[in-house]
């Protein structure tokens, strides 16, 4: 049967014809219609948000009306990934295409890590600049900055604004690291000079109270980690001195995020845009503003899932009311996947309740398993995008590919595949498999299987986190489609099938496994 003109054909269609008509801005024909534009590009990303967190996603003890919004107008994925279980290599994986365990340093990173990415490499936000995209991110970074020792009292590079993004305002690794500040373009907001301000991973400053001696000064306490420096009374991982004026408010951070986003769109409105929008929630340490404080009934992790959904909401009303939603692309995903006890006593276990923030999925963050690495992952663009349900397998990893594609543009050569009708609903041939990273660890998405690769000496399950990890001395092989949560190992029972899995594993991924550890976390 012929489909009607998709949006995409369509779209590409006008930039066709109108490159043969010689259009461009310096047409003259006023009877000409506009020029086509590619659309604005925005990727909201949020920080350890579960397939089960999400109302649209089928749960039903907390309710996420504006994700969900998008949700039911765009695509929503049912077989989408993040490239990894942990936020910096996820991260490494969304903005240059290229798998993360291609790059020893895409792990979880102290906040004084050097810059992960090469500035010499594509990059999400390099592509769109170059096809003539403002480039924006504001939120969480996490993936180095500079490229040694930091001085955060002088303007810290490389950073966002040397891998492509012309603006930048972040936190530089996560809300439970030092330095606690943010940095526009490089530079720490709100430092007195007089207060310079000192980070280190090795050691204390000498006199300054650390959680560990000092559990008096806090108004968090710590489970696992989180003993080194305190700063708003919460216990942090790292330590720091000085540059007390420039410390972040962490009950505000949602507001003052969600405020530089809509500043930036606002701005920017007129020329295309792409932001790449990183909320912190629900990342440790979980801090809602006040007016958040008990609306989910499940303590901070359930009230800064309903502040993050807030902030998305009035985000996109902004988008809206600026006339720009019909002419921006959305996709909103999660890092990673969920934790419940991630080192802070927050009654995130006790004050659970009916609700599983994995959903049907077997482990979470720092797991193989399934609610490791599958998201919540939804594309929206109003009036071009049918709002529908997708089981297409697709990866963060393959943005800059499909955003190439978007923007008529070479598919840069990584890992990265072009995608873009799957992005957009328009079909349901995505990737054919996916090698997904857990703390070092990897396995095979092929098909409607997983094949987990032995990995002996490995604990089987974080018993901080009460996360099984995917571990066993034993290779694994799930049927995904008949059994979501990952019940039945079928290794044994179908010992084809897990050789074939075995052999697409190592030609993809090598033997290097067989020498990885997983990541200790203390
Ligand atoms: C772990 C931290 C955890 C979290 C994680 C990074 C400890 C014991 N645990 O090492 O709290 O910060 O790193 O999370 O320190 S991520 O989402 O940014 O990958
Ligand atoms: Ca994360």
Redesign the pocket.
Known sequence: MQAAPTPLIFYLLCVMLQACSGGGTEATNTESPPAPSPPNVVIIYL??LGYGDVSSYGQTTLPTPNIDRLANGGVRFTNAYASSA???PSRYALLTGVYPWRNAEAK?LPGTAPLIISTEQPTVPKLLKEAGYRTGVVGKW?LGLGSGEVDWNARVSPGPNEVGFDYSYIMAA?Q??VPTVYLENGTVQGLDPADSIQVSYAENFPGEPTGRDNPELTTMTWH???NNSIVNGIPR?GYVKGGERANWSDVDMADHFLARAQAYVTERQGEPFFLYYALQQP??PRTPHPRFVGTSGMGPRGDVILEADWAIGAFVHTLDSLGLLDNTLIILSS??GPVLN??YNDQAVELLGDHRPAGPLRGG?YSLYEAGTRVPTIAYWRGHIEPGVSSALVCQLDLLASLAQLTDQEVPDTDSQPLLPVWLGESEDGRDHLVIEATSRTALRAGDYLYIPPYPGNRAVNQ?VGIELGNSAEAQLYNLADDISQTENLATVDPERTAEMRELYLSLRGQANAETKELE??
Request: charged share 35%.
């Open positions: 920080d350890d942990t936020c910096t979880i996490h996560t439970d690291r696992h980690g989180h991982i990342h440790v890092d990673n991630d080192g963050k901080q976390l203390e």
